[in-house]
């Protein structure tokens, strides 16, 4: 199947007087005959349904759909993308590990990653994801256990050098972990260039519609574990009677893992509900993601011509930094673009105040045209430093065009910029 068709049919195929529909399996718990029985899915607990803090068949049929997408082996859905990239590292990285990020990335990771996981004693070693191999290499140290990035940084739009990052990691053998927000599975097949594990923020283009958080984890299934320093999937596990993963799952012994220990203990599942409205926005992810990279560049050419208008930041764009990356890695360039606004902080913010249609938002990939001032909001936390280091300034406007008519969002853009 191709993505438009996987978009709709992959994860849920009823059987005969089904519900046609992705049925909600609004249930904490699963029945079963007898303690035995029960029994038995504790010994091996990927074979049935224990209890919905770490599985739900409506969740699962989204992970199935996810993983089709992305041409994975399978997948974990969490209840954000925070949450995902959180575990992605745990499944990893105990107090002692470190691990590698570019510095461009969305700014709650950078939060996540600097300060939260450090109070756990898991270091963060940001690098520049433009520095060449050997200053990337020079990084690791011995207790360095994955190297991550962002495909298509949110909000400095800078592509990933994939190919080049997932051979610096498989050097040292460590698994390159990267955040698709903002390409999708539809602009962006980060497998096929190497990359091990893929994370997103499901509350963005894949949901669409700004109408819950998510956010999901998915397996290549291609890490070979015992290669590298991965005590945690290759040595017994005391919490379920002994299992080494990779003895015993293979391929699947990273997302299992994630499943059976880190959510079993953490509980950050999504609910059946959430679940079914991200499989709604599923549907259509392939069809949206056309239009909006139709309409976003519509709208970098529109800043571009601009006298107003400092700086455009569109990696569709031709003489953009990333354009020849983005044209070998995506097969578009999505509807966001930033924007650095003449005169700074105070007419970006006056820019954004005068837009009509395009509404103020912490939100980023909706269906409706929406803007965000990072310097003061997403990203306001950040020392200079790290403002300059993610690629925001004080007048970047993060622009992310929805599916409205184009002619209405360019005609908002210019009655603003008047
Ligand atoms: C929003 C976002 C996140 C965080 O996801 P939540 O679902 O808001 O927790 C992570 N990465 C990127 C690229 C994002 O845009």
């Known amino acids: 199947m191709r993505d438009e068709t996987k978009c709709l049919h992959s994860g849920y195929t009823p059987k005969n007087a089904e519900p046609r529909v992705l049925p909600i399996v609004q249930s904490t718990t699963y029945y079963y005959d007898s303690a035995e029985d029960i029994g038995k899915v504790f010994d091996d607990p990927s074979v049935s349904l224990i209890y919905s803090r770490f599985e739900n068949?409506?969740?699962?049929?989204?992970?199935?759909?996810?993983?089709?997408?992305?041409?994975?082996?399978?997948?974990?859905?969490?209840?954000?993308?925070?949450?995902?990239?959180?575990?992605?590292?745990?499944?990893?990285?105990?107090?002692?590990?470190?691990?590698?990020?570019?510095?461009?990335i969305y700014g709650g990771t950078v939060n996540?990653?600097?300060?939260?996981?450090?109070?756990?004693?898991?270091?963060?070693?940001?690098?520049?994801?433009?520095?060449d191999e050997d200053e990337i290499l020079a990084a690791f140290k011995p207790n360095t256990k994955a190297v991550f990035g962002e495909t298509l940084a949110n909000p400095a739009l800078t592509v990933l050098d994939i190919e080049k990052m997932a051979k610096i990691a498989h050097s040292k053998n460590v698994p390159l972990i990267v955040d698709n927000t903002f390409p999708t599975p539809i602009l962006c097949k980060p497998f096929q260039y190497g990359v091990d594990i893929i994370i997103h923020s499901t509350s963005k283009y894949m949901?669409?519609?700004?109408?819950?958080?998510?956010?999901?984890?998915?397996?290549?299934?291609?890490?070979?574990?015992?290669?590298?320093?991965?005590?945690?999937?290759?040595?017994?596990?005391?919490?379920?009677?002994?299992?080494?993963?990779?003895?015993?799952?293979?391929?699947?012994?990273?997302?299992?893992?994630?499943?059976?220990?880190?959510?079993?203990?953490?509980?950050?599942?999504?609910?059946?509900?959430?679940g079914f409205l991200l499989n709604l926005g599923l549907e259509t992810l392939a069809l949206r993601m056309e239009r909006y990279c139709?309409?976003?560049?519509?709208?970098?050419?529109?800043?571009?011509?601009?006298?107003?208008?400092?700086?455009?930041?569109?990696?569709?764009?031709?003489?953009d930094k990333y354009y020849s990356l983005a044209q070998k890695y995506f097969k578009g360039a999505s509807g966001v673009v930033t924007v650095n606004v003449k005169g700074g902080r105070e007419a970006a913010m006056r820019f954004m105040d005068n837009l009509k249609i395009?509404?103020?938002?912490?939100?980023?990939?909706?269906?409706?045209?929406?803007?965000q001032h990072p310097a003061s909001s997403t990203h306001r936390q950040l020392t200079d430093e790290q403002l300059t280091a993610a690629g925001v300034s004080p007048g970047t406007v993060r622009f992310s065009v929805g599916l409205e008519h184009i002619d209405d969002i360019l005609e908002d853009i210019e009655q603003a910029l008047r």
């Open 358 to 371: 395009a509404s103020n938002q912490v939100h980023v990939a909706d269906i409706r045209t929406c803007v």
């Open 294 to 319: 139709q309409s976003g560049l519509r709208v970098a050419e529109y800043f571009q011509a601009s006298n107003k208008i400092e700086s455009v930041r569109y990696p569709g764009l031709p003489g």
């Open 207 to 274: 949901d669409g519609h700004a109408l819950q958080v998510g956010g999901v984890i998915v397996d290549s299934g291609n890490f070979d574990w015992t290669k590298g320093d991965f005590p945690g999937l290759t040595q017994p596990d005391v919490t379920y009677h002994g299992i080494t993963y990779t003895d015993t799952y293979g391929k699947l012994a990273y997302i299992l893992k994630a499943r059976m220990q880190l959510m079993r203990d953490f509980g950050a599942y999504p609910s059946a509900h959430a």
């Open 112 to 131: 996540l990653f600097a300060h939260s996981l450090r109070k756990l004693g898991i270091e963060c070693i940001f690098v520049d994801g433009d520095a």
């Open 57 to 104: 068949p409506t969740v699962m049929a989204v992970e199935e759909k996810i993983a089709a997408l992305e041409g994975g082996l399978a997948a974990m859905c969490a209840s954000s993308g925070q949450m995902a990239s959180m575990l992605a590292i745990l499944n990893l990285c105990n107090a002692g590990d470190s691990f590698i990020s570019t510095s461009a």
